[in-house]
């Protein structure tokens, strides 16, 4: 039997799954990632992490389930995106900045004065987790002894230790502040005029079904995969998952939740947009992606479960927050415990309750928080795709049947939940090596066979739920401008 391999380096796990012809998952594992917070919103992950993750799961498929190194055909990725990973040749890469950290909001300032019109370029303003900016913040506060190369997806670096290539895709280029997004090209005069070229190497770009590499013999010593397997160049997270919500047309929306969550649909229209919109290079050929990211989703989630209820299972946590009428009995929570980016653009918001009464229980904040990121979540939903019609949504998330009732009841909209659905990245980015390998036509076939026909649960709006959530949303998107004035 023959198998692709994917690799998804998300943010808490590495994931592992071999998928055979037949696009099912015959095996799959996941490794834990740490990350590392400091000072001033600073968050970084050991890039040796993510290969050790790769690593242990690999050997796992050939040592002990018995896989034959011969029967995987190619290797492909998805990666969280935005990072800042430098590459010293033989050395060992320790420290990556991920997207999520913000210690570049003055660099970013800088950047936008020194080229206003930006985001005509790059379909994109720039940020405190936006790469350039963190590429000026590096060269002002942590100058490299020597030009170094780097990357801006953690499943780069992967590629890296496999291949001794140096690329990104297109999807993670035009999260850079570097690439221009008409052309798909680097705007090499950027990092010119912000002094960069002298210390940064930009890696080569490549489209996500393209071979970045064949595996070496370093890689293959460590993996047990074949010398000489083809590793293809995979995608930024949101180009895979945009494949793997079967978003391949102009007007598809889908809702990722994971670590963080975003709202996305395909175009044509590379215009930039506003309220901290994105515009991505689709995987597809000729088209773009509109995404609109919060920063706060399942890792809220994640810290409500541990922190508030001291529980660890999505199950058990749904039932608390069951135990709460819909409302939390008037308690509202703001879910920005990571700052946030969209609709609102502030790395220095917090989290905050309104409306504790005496009779507040430990189930209505439990429900109060799960609705506070659904509120967040409404925002953006508002904001790419209106109102009406069936939304996919896929990620971690989806796996809580009442947080997936909650976004179709404040949505009015029904929600459909494919199985395994948070393997779907994953299971989107084998479109690519699918299509390279020949055993489908193109990533669209690929689609058609392989995941528009999985099966797949829709949660319908409870039209009362719908009317009430709807009065409580005019509450919500009050606190947040009440409170601006203490975050600064």
């Given at each position: 039997m023959d198998y692709i391999a994917v690799f998804d380096i998300g943010t808490t796990a590495i994931k592992g799954l071999l998928l055979d012809r037949e696009g099912g998952i015959v095996h799959e594992r996941s490794f834990p990632v740490q990350t590392f917070n400091g000072e001033k919103n600073r968050q970084e992950q050991n890039p040796e992490e993510w290969w050790q993750g790769v690593v242990n799961i690999s050997r796992e498929w050939f040592d002990i389930n018995k896989i034959n190194p011969e029967?995987?055909?190619?290797?492909?990725f998805s990666g969280q995106?935005?990072?800042?990973?430098?590459?010293?040749?033989?050395?060992?890469?320790?420290?990556a900045i991920l997207y999520s950290d913000h210690r570049a909001g003055k660099e970013a300032e800088i950047v936008r004065q020194q080229f206003p019109d930006f985001h005509h370029v790059t379909g994109n303003s720039v940020y405190a987790s936006?790469?350039?900016?963190?590429?000026v913040w590096l060269k002002t506060h942590a100058l490299p002894a020597e030009k170094?190369?780097?990357?801006?997806?953690?499943?780069?670096?992967?590629?890296?230790?496999?291949?001794?290539?140096?690329?990104?895709?297109?999807?993670?280029?035009?999260?850079?502040?570097?690439?221009?997004?008409?052309?798909?090209?680097?705007?090499?005069?950027?990092?010119?005029?912000?002094?960069?070229?002298?210390v940064f190497h930009l890696p080569k770009l490549a489209s996500p079904g393209q071979v970045a590499g064949k595996m070496n013999e370093a890689g293959a010593g460590q993996t047990g995969f074949r010398r000489g397997t083809p590793v293809l160049c995979g995608a930024g997270d949101a180009?895979?998952?945009?494949?793997?919500?079967?978003?391949?047309?102009?007007?598809?929306?889908?809702?990722?939740i994971g670590t963080t969550g975003w709202m996305a649909i395909p175009t044509k229209d590379g215009s930039p947009k506003e309220?901290?919109?994105?515009?991505?290079?689709?995987?597809?050929?000729?088209?773009?992606?509109?995404?609109?990211?919060?920063?706060?989703?399942?890792?809220?989630?994640?810290?409500?479960?541990e922190s508030l209820a001291g529980i660890e299972d999505f199950a058990l946590f749904d039932k608390e927050v069951q135990k709460s009428p819909p409302g939390a009995n008037s308690l509202f929570f703001l879910p920005y415990l990571n700052g946030e980016r969209c609709p609102i653009q502030d790395s220095d918001a917090k989290g905050a309750f309104w409306g504790i009464g005496p009779r507040t229980t430990k189930a209505d904040f439990a429900r109060a928080v799960l609705e506070g990121i659904c509120y967040s979540?409404?925002?953006?939903?508002?904001?790419?795709?209106?109102?009406?019609g069936t939304m996919t949504l896929i990620g971690g998330g989806a796996k809580s049947p009442v947080w997936c009732q909650l976004l179709a009841d404040m949505t009015s909209r029904p929600v459909r939940v494919p199985e395994h659905t948070e393997y779907l990245p994953s299971l989107g980015m084998g479109a690519t090596a699918f299509a390279y390998l020949g055993w489908v036509k193109d990533e669209s076939e690929f689609v058609r066979l392989h995941i528009e026909s999985a099966p797949a649960k829709t949660y319908v709006p409870d039209e009362g739920n719908v009317r009430f959530y709807q009065k409580q949303y005019q509450t919500y998107v009050k606190l947040y401008p009440a409170m601006e004035k203490i975050y600064h």
């Open positions: 029967s995987v055909k190619a290797i492909t995106m935005e990072d800042v990973i430098l590459i010293k040749g033989g050395e060992k890469t320790t420290k936006t790469p350039v900016a963190k590429l170094v190369h780097v990357v801006f997806s953690a499943k780069d670096y992967i590629i890296y230790k496999m291949t001794g290539a140096i690329l990104t895709d297109h999807v993670t280029a035009a999260t850079t502040g570097l690439m221009n997004i008409e052309t798909r090209k680097w705007q090499t005069e950027f990092m010119g005029v912000l002094g960069l070229n002298e180009g895979a998952s945009t494949l793997g919500a079967g978003a391949i047309n102009e007007g598809d929306c889908y809702l990722y309220n901290g919109i994105f515009t991505l290079a689709h995987a597809v050929h000729d088209l773009n992606i509109a995404i609109a990211p919060v920063l706060n989703a399942g890792n809220v989630h994640s810290w409500a479960m979540l409404k925002q953006i939903t508002e904001l790419l795709a209106g109102h009406g």
